[in-house]
C-alpha cells in the first residue's frame, strides 16, 4: 500500500454504484486480436466482474458485498472504432501525470481501437465554448509520443465551469462521440453536468472522468493520479528543511505542503521522509496554546533537541484563522494562508519565551505541481487512461475510472463527487504518522 | 494499483492461514498512550482483524470468503518490552528499502514499546553462528538516524543458512526474544526453520519475516519493498537504451532486466516507460524463429521505425538455452545468461538478413539493486516494519507481514514460500505490456 | 568555462598580492612520499610559482604581469605535523559543498599530513567564544567519511562576528595552530581580523579563508563553491516555472533567485535553462515603465507567444524600491523583498492594460541553499580543501584559496574582501543572456 | 577549476595557431542592436584580442605569451544573414549536450544573425554523401525548443568519413555556406579535410569545428562539453558500487569507466566521488603483480578495511593485455575489455590467496554516453555554440571552438587534432587523486 486512505463517508448503495449506459454493444472489440489468447474470454473483462468495496471484516462477522463495476476492455463494444471521435479535456491545477494520461489515452484509441481522431481540447473547459475561439487540436504521434516524462499538460487547463448545452453542441459540431474530462471534483461534477445534457439530448455521447487531484482526495479513489510523485517531492522538500534546521541553533523548519481539505501529502510525505517532528493536517483541529498546544511542545522539542521539523497542510489551522470569504474561479473558497500565519505565531511565541529562534518557511507549492510524474504514477496513468478508453468504447458514461483495492473500478460521478475524501484519524496511515513523529508525547 | 500482480497457483485453505502464537498476551500496550485516542479499541487492531483474499468476483455469485489475520498494533502483548532484546538480519542480495526497514524496526521497537536493545546481527545468517566470530551490533540512535535515503544495508549481508540450532542456541545467548528476517524465499524458508526449532525447543521466541524480493516474486506479498524503486531505475535505463537506439540507423536498444521467475519489473517499467517495443518475461516460452518469432518481427519493426528496444527479463528464455546445471550459495540455480546469448543471436540473424544493425546491450543489476528506496518504497517499508515489529511485541511467529490489496497482513511463512509468484498471462498487468508494445502486432 | 565572471574593480599591485608567511619552513612535508615521482620538484609547488591575474590582452600590445602566489603542496612545511592541531569553522548561510570541504580538510590534514587533531568549532564564530559553552568536537573518520554527498553542514552555522582576542585566546587553550574559516564576506573579514590578533600577539596561527558565497560574488575567486550546484537547482526550479507558465493562458512564471549584489546564478541559470524570457540583476537599474520597460516588454511576449518566464535576482530593482534600513545578525542590509513586489507590479499593470494573466511566483531560496553539492563542485571543494590545507602547513597566513583561470591560488584577505565582484554588463556571459533571451528585442 | 587537465605534448608556435579567413568581413553584424551598448566596441570582440596559452610562470622569469585567437561576437561579418544557409553535422558516439549545441547553433543564427536555413544533416558524414539517400531536415523552432534536456543527438549519428569532394560538391547543392561538425578527432580531422577540399576548389564555406569527446581528451580543449556529465554519471555509479561492496564482506566494486587514451573521467570521478581506494588510467602502466602490484595491495586493503572499490578506465592495463588488432568504423582500433579481464585477474589471484572475496563489475558505458547534460554542460554547449556560430559568420574556417582558461578561443584544427591530451602524472589533478585514495600507501 503506497499510501493509505480512508472513506470518512457515508457508504453508497449497491444501487448508487450502477453505471449509465448509452446502449447495446453491437461490435467486436478490434483488442480481441491482442488479447484473446485462444480462450474463452481471453484477458477480456466481462460485464458483471465486481470487484469489493471493502475488504476487512471481523472474524466471525459477514465480509460487506458492496461492489463497484470493474473496469476493463469489453468484448463487445458501442461505438464503431472507424466512426468514433475523441476528445480530451485536462482542467484545474497541475497535476504530475497529465501529459502520460494524455498520451495512453491517444495511443490506446488510436493504435488499439484504431478510431479516427483524437481531439485535444484547449486550456479546459473554456476550449468547449466556441466563443472562446481556441479550436481543439487533432493530435498525431509527434505531438505525444516523447511527453510522458514532462510536467504540465500540453493541452493547457483553466478553472471553472462552461455552460453545458453550449459543451454538448459544440462536441456534436466537432463529432466528437467521446469525451474524457481530466479533473477534480469540480471538473468531474462538471462532467457529470454534460452527461446529463447529453442523455436529456438523447447525443449518444460517453463521458468518462479520469479524476487528477493531488490531494488524493476524491472519494473511492484509492490513489489518484500525481499524488506519489507530490509525495515525493515534498519528501525531497522536507529533507531540505531538516538540513536547514540541523544547522543553526533552534533550527525550525517549516514546510507547507497542498491539501485544502485531506492531509495525504502531508501525512505521506512526513512518513516517507523520517524526519518530520510535527504534522498537522486539515482532519484535525490545530491546538496552539496551552500545556499540549503546538507552540509550548515545540519549545520543549528545541530544548531536548535543538531543531525541528513542521509539515502543516494548507487546510490545517483553518479552525484558528479568519476565513477570507474569497472564492476562486473553481468556485473553491480561498483559504486564508497558514504558512507565515503560523511562522508568526511560532516566532512571537518563542522570543515571548525568550527563546532564540531561527524559523525556515518552504512553499513549494507550484515547485511540487508542476514536477512530471514519478514511475509509480506512471504506471498508474498509463492503467487510468487505458481502463478509461476501454469504458468510453463500450458505451459507458457519467462514470470516473478509480484505482480501488488494486483494482481498476467504475464510478458514476455522483457518488464520486461533492464531498472529499479525508483521512480517517484511526486508521493505519495516521497511527504511522503518529508512531514517527512521536507528536503528541512532547 | 502501482504494480500489479497475479498468484498463478492453488488457493490456501483458510486453516493454512492461521498464524502461530507464543501464548497469551498478558502485557499492556506501551501504544495506548499514542493510539488509544479516548474510544473504545482505539487505533489498535482487533486479533480477529481479517481481510479477504480475494476482491473480485462475478455478479450473482457468492464472493470469497477466504482470509487473511490483518496486521496492526495489538492493545495486549506477549513481550514485557523491559526485558525483550530484538535482533534484525538481512540476507541475500540487496534491495532498495533494506535501511530503512532497519529504521523502522529500531524506531517502533526503541522509542514506541521501548524494549531493552536491539541488535543487528552481521552479514545475514552467518552472524548468528557464532563459530564466524562476528558478534552482532547494538544498535543506537545514531547508527540508524540518517541511513533510510542510502542504498545496501547497514547490517551487510550474506547468502546461504546456517544450522537452526545453533542459531536458536547462540539467540539464546544473547537474550534475544524475537528475530526479524528480512530476505527472499530461501530466507523465508530459513526463518521457518528458526521457528520450528525454536517451537521444538520450548523457546519463547518470536520469528518474523520481512519479505525482500527484488523481482516482487513472494507469493501473497501484492508488492515487496525495493520492487518500485527498481522499476524506477529500470525505466531511467530503458529511457537510456532508447536514446542510444534513435541515435543511429537500425539501433537496438538491449536492456536485461532482475527477474529470474517472474518478470514484474520488465513488465512494469516496460509499461511506465512508453518506450519499449518487445517485452520478454520468464512465464512465456521466447519464440525467436519464424514468422512470428522475436527475430523477424524485430526485423520488421526496424524496417518501418529504424530503431526498437527490447526488454528482457534475466528469466526468459530459458527455454532455448542450455542450463549450466550450477547453483549459487543460496542454493539457487545458476541461469545461463540471456543478455549476450540474444544479442548474438539478433546480431547474426540480422547479419544472414543483410540489415545493418547497431545493438546496444545494458546490464544495469548492480546499479538497480544498491539504489535507495524511492518515496512509494519508503511509505511501504515504514509500515512493513512497524506492522512486523507489533506482530512480534504480540507474540506471533513463523509468519511474514505483507501487503495485501493495500492492507497489511500476517501470513504464515510455510504458506508463502517454495515457490514464487508469477504474471498471469490474462492479467491486467500483461494486457497493459501487449497494450503498450504492441508486441504481437508486428 | 562553466560560469564566466567578471572583476568591476580597480586591479591590485603586485605587492598588494604578496602572502603573508608565519616563518621559515623547518620540516620536510610528510606527503613527499606520494608526490616526489622520483624526480625534482616532483609534484610539489614552488613558492615562486605564479599564476597570471589577466589572460587576455590585444594583440601588438604586452600581456599584463600582475600575478598570483600559486597553492598547492609545498616540500617543505612550517608546522610540525605531529604537534599540529586544526580547526574548522563554517559560518554564515548555508551553501552546498560545506560538508565537502570539512571532509577533504579532515582527510588532507589526518591521512596525508599526520596532524594531531582536527577540531569542529560548532555553530560559526560562536563556537570560537568559550561563553557561549559549545566546545568544539574532536572529528574522527566516522564522523566526516559519509557526509560529502549531504547538504548543509555537520558543524553548524551563525551568522555575526566575535571579538578577535577572545577567539584568539579560545584557540590557543584549544592547542590549535590552524584555523580554516569557511564563509563569505564578512567572514573572511572576521578571518582577517583574527589573523592580525595573532600576529599582534606573535601568536604562530595560520588563518586561512575558503570562500563560500553562493551568490559567487567574492572577487578573485572565479568560481566558488556551490555555485554550480545552485545554478543548478534554480535551473530545475526555472523548468517548473516554465511548465506552469506554458499550461495557461497567459501564463508568467516569476522566479526570485539568490544575488544580492551580483547576478551570477540569475545569469548562469538562464544560460542554463534556456527557457528565460527575461533575466533581472542587481548590476543593472531595473526599468519597469515606458515603452522599453519591462512592463511593457512583457504585454507584447505575451500578446505574441501567450506565456513568459522571468527570473529576477534578488537586489535587482533595487534602484525602485524604498530601502528597508534594516541590517541581519552578519551586518548585511536587508533588502526589501523584490519577488512580491514585482509580482504586484505586474498584476496591477496588467490589470490596467485588461490583459488577463496568471502569475506564478516561486521562492526557492532554502530550497537551493540547503542541497548538497553536485558533481563539478565535489570536484572544486576536493581541491580547494587540500590547497588550503597546504598553504596552512606552509605556515601562509591572513590569505584565501581560490580558483583563477583553472589554478588554484593564494590570494591575501584584504585584497579580496570589502565590496563584491559583480557581472560587467559587456562580459561574454551577460552577452549570452542577451543572446539567449533576447530580453532587448521585444 | 572543475576538471583540471594538462597538455603533454608539444608546443604550437604562434605561428600555427593563426586561423584561416575567407576573406574581408564586409557586413555589419546584426548583433550590433543588443550587443552596442552605446559604447566603442560595444561587447564585439575584436579580432586582435588574444588569450595566453600558458598562465603559471615561475617568479623571475618571463611568462610564456604564446597565444590564441579569442573567440566572440565580430562587429562586422562575412556572410550575408540573409543568403546564408548553416549546416549541422553530429558524428561518432552520444555524448551528454550533443542537442543543447544544435539547439544553440540554431537560436543564434536563426534569431540573433537571421540567417536563411539551418539544414539538420542526419545521422553524421553518411548525411552528406547524397548516395545514402538521406535529405537534411530543415530545421524550425519546434523542432529544437524543448531538446535541450535530452541526451542522444535529434540528427543521428554515425561512424566513419566520406568523400570531402563528395562532401563539398553537395553542400554546395544544398546551398550550405557554413558546416558545423560536431564531434571527436576523427570527425576533426574529417573537418579539416572538408576545409582543405573548399579552399581548393575556392568555394566560401565556413567549416567550425565544435569538440565532442566525452573522454575530454582533444587538446587544446581544457573542458569538453559533455564531460562533466559523464564524470557526474560515474560519481552516481561509483557510489552504487561501494554500496555492494560494503554491503558483503569482503567487496569489491568494479567499475570501468570511459577512457580510451587520456583517464579524465575516471580520476575526476574519482576524486567527485570519495569512495575509490584504486584509480587506474591508461597514462600510467598498470603494475598487477608483486608486493607493489595491484593484487597485493587490494589484498592488504581488504585484511585492513573489508571492501574496495577500483576504477579502471577502459584503455588502462593496456599493457598487459594482448591487442585485438581490429579496428572500428571510425578507424579507432579495438581495445580488449579491461573490465572482465581484470576480475579475472582479481578472482583468481584471491582464490590462490584463500581470501574469499565478492566482486561486482559494472560497465555504464552506454547509460553514461546517453544522460542528458548537466547544468555546468548546458552553460559550456550554450557559450560553444553560439561562439562557433560567430567564428563561421566571421568567415573563418578550418578552426574549432574551444574553451580555454575559462575564455572561449579559436584553435586552428590540424594543431587540435591527431593525438590525444592526457593526464600528466605531475599535474594537479593526478596529485588529488593520489590524495584521496591513497592508492599508493597500501
Given at each position: 500500500?503506497?499510501?493509505p486512505?480512508?472513506?470518512g463517508?457515508?457508504?453508497?448503495?449497491?444501487?448508487?454504484?450502477?453505471?449509465?449506459?448509452?446502449?447495446?454493444?453491437q461490435?467486436?472489440?478490434?483488442?480481441?486480436?491482442t488479447?484473446?489468447?485462444?480462450?474463452?474470454?481471453?484477458?477480456?473483462?466481462?460485464?458483471?466482474?465486481r470487484?469489493?468495496?471493502?475488504i476487512?471484516?471481523?472474524?466471525g462477522?459477514?465480509?460487506p458485498?458492496?461492489?463497484?463495476?470493474?473496469?476493463?476492455?469489453?468484448?463487445?463494444?458501442?461505438?464503431?472504432?472507424?466512426?468514433?471521435?475523441?476528445?480530451?479535456?485536462?482542467?484545474?491545477?497541475l497535476?504530475p501525470?497529465?501529459?502520460?494520461?494524455?498520451?495512453?489515452?491517444?495511443?490506446?484509441?488510436?493504435?488499439?481501437?484504431g478510431?479516427?481522431?483524437?481531439?485535444?481540447?484547449?486550456?479546459?473547459?473554456?476550449?468547449l465554448?466556441?466563443a472562446?475561439?481556441?479550436?481543439?487540436?487533432?493530435?498525431?504521434?509527434g505531438?505525444?509520443?516523447?511527453?510522458?516524462?514532462?510536467?504540465?499538460?500540453?493541452?493547457g487547463?483553466?478553472?471553472?465551469?462552461?455552460?453545458?448545452?453550449?459543451?454538448?453542441?459544440?462536441?456534436?459540431?466537432?463529432?466528437a462521440?467521446?469525451?474524457?474530462?481530466?479533473?477534480g471534483?469540480?471538473?468531474?461534477?462538471?462532467?457529470?453536468?454534460?452527461?446529463?445534457?447529453?442523455?436529456?439530448?438523447?447525443?449518444?455521447?460517453?463521458?468518462?472522468?479520469?479524476?487528477?487531484?493531488?490531494?488524493?482526495?476524491?472519494?473511492?479513489?484509492?490513489r489518484?493520479?500525481?499524488?506519489?510523485?507530490?509525495?515525493?517531492?515534498?519528501?525531497?522538500?522536507?529533507?531540505?528543511a531538516?538540513?536547514?534546521?540541523?544547522?543553526?541553533?533552534?533550527g525550525?523548519?517549516?514546510?507547507?505542503?497542498?491539501?485544502?481539505e485531506?492531509?495525504?501529502?502531508?501525512a505521506?510525505?512526513?512518513?516517507?521522509?523520517?524526519?518530520?517532528?510535527?504534522?498537522?493536517?486539515?482532519?484535525?483541529?490545530?491546538?496552539?496554546?496551552?500545556?499540549?498546544?503546538?507552540?509550548?511542545?515545540?519549545?520543549?522539542?528545541?530544548?531536548?533537541?535543538?531543531?525541528?521539523?513542521?509539515?502543516?497542510?494548507?487546510?490545517?489551522?483553518?479552525?484558528?484563522?479568519?476565513?477570507?470569504?474569497?472564492?476562486?474561479?473553481?468556485?473553491?473558497?480561498?483559504?486564508?494562508?497558514?504558512?507565515?500565519?503560523?511562522?508568526?505565531?511560532?516566532?512571537?511565541?518563542?522570543?515571548?519565551?525568550?527563546?532564540?529562534?531561527?524559523?525556515?518557511y518552504?512553499?513549494?507549492?507550484?515547485?511540487?505541481r508542476?514536477?512530471a510524474?514519478n514511475?509509480?504514477?506512471?504506471?498508474?496513468?498509463?492503467?487510468?487512461a487505458?481502463?478509461?478508453?476501454?469504458?468510453?468504447?463500450a458505451?459507458?458514461?457519467d462514470?470516473?475510472?478509480?484505482?480501488?483495492?488494486?483494482?481498476?473500478?467504475?464510478?458514476?460521478?455522483?457518488?464520486?463527487?461533492?464531498?472529499?475524501k479525508?483521512i480517517?484519524?484511526?486508521?493505519?496511515?495516521?497511527?504511522?504518522?503518529?508512531?514517527?513523529?512521536?507528536?503528541?508525547?512532547?
Open positions: 500500500m503506497s499510501a486512505c480512508d472513506e463517508d457515508a457508504i453508497p448503495s449497491q444501487d448508487e454504484l450502477r453505471i449509465t449506459s448509452l446502449g447495446p454493444c461490435f467486436e472489440s478490434p483488442l480481441a486480436r488479447l484473446k489468447l485462444g480462450e474463452e474470454g481471453g484477458a477480456f473483462t466481462l460485464d458483471r466482474s470487484v469489493l468495496y471493502q476487512e471484516f471481523q472474524e462477522e459477514e465480509p458485498r458492496l461492489a463497484f463495476e470493474r473496469a476493463g476492455p469489453r468484448e463487445r463494444i458501442f461505438f464503431n472504432p472507424k466512426d468514433t471521435r475523441a476528445a480530451i479535456v485536462t482542467c484545474g491545477g497535476c501525470g497529465l501529459n502520460d494520461v494524455i498520451r495512453s489515452l491517444y495511443y490506446e484509441l488510436k493504435s488499439n481501437y478510431i479516427a481522431e483524437v481531439l485535444g481540447i484547449l486550456y479546459g473547459y473554456s476550449g465554448n466556441p472562446k475561439g481556441r479550436p481543439p487540436l487533432v493530435l498525431a504521434d505531438d505525444v509520443a516523447e511527453i510522458h516524462h514532462e510536467g504540465g499538460t500540453i493541452l487547463t483553466s478553472r471553472g465551469p462552461q455552460e453545458p448545452p453550449i459543451m454538448v453542441e459544440y462536441l456534436r459540431e466537432l463529432g462521440n467521446v469525451l474524457f474530462c481530466v479533473g471534483d469540480g471538473t468531474l461534477r462538471g462532467a457529470h453536468a454534460i452527461a446529463e445534457e447529453a442523455i436529456k439530448r438523447k447525443v449518444p455521447l460517453s463521458i468518462v472522468g479520469i479524476p487528477k487531484t493531488i490531494d488524493n482526495d476524491v472519494r473511492f479513489c484509492f489518484s493520479f500525481g499524488f506519489l510523485s507530490a509525495v515525493s517531492e515534498a519528501d525531497l522538500v522536507i529533507d531540505r531538516h538540513v536547514e534546521a540541523k544547522s543553526v541553533e533552534n525550525v523548519g517549516l514546510v507547507k505542503l497542498m491539501g485544502r485531506a492531509g495525504y501529502i502531508a505521506s510525505a512526513t512518513i516517507a521522509s523520517g524526519h518530520v517532528n510535527f504534522c498537522l493536517i486539515p482532519e484535525l483541529p490545530l491546538v496552539l496554546d496551552g500545556h499540549d498546544g503546538l507552540l509550548a511542545k515545540l519549545k520543549r522539542r528545541l530544548a531536548a533537541r535543538g531543531h525541528a521539523v513542521i509539515v502543516v497542510a494548507e487546510g490545517a489551522g483553518q479552525n484558528l484563522m479568519e476565513p477570507t470569504g474569497a472564492t476562486d474561479a473553481s468556485g473553491n473558497r480561498k483559504l486564508p494562508d497558514v504558512g507565515p500565519w503560523l511562522k508568526e505565531k511560532i516566532t512571537s511565541y518563542l522570543a515571548e519565551q525568550r527563546v532564540a529562534v531561527n524559523v525556515r518552504i512553499d513549494p507549492s507550484y515547485h511540487i508542476s514536477t510524474a514511475t509509480a504514477d506512471a504506471l498508474l496513468c498509463e492503467q487510468l487505458r481502463n478509461a478508453a476501454h469504458a468510453a468504447m458505451g459507458k458514461t462514470l470516473l475510472v478509480s484505482n480501488w483495492n488494486n483494482q481498476f473500478v467504475h464510478v458514476p460521478l455522483t457518488v464520486a463527487t461533492g464531498h472529499p479525508r480517517n484519524p484511526r486508521s493505519d496511515l495516521w497511527s504511522a504518522v503518529l508512531a514517527l513523529t512521536g507528536q503528541d508525547r512532547w
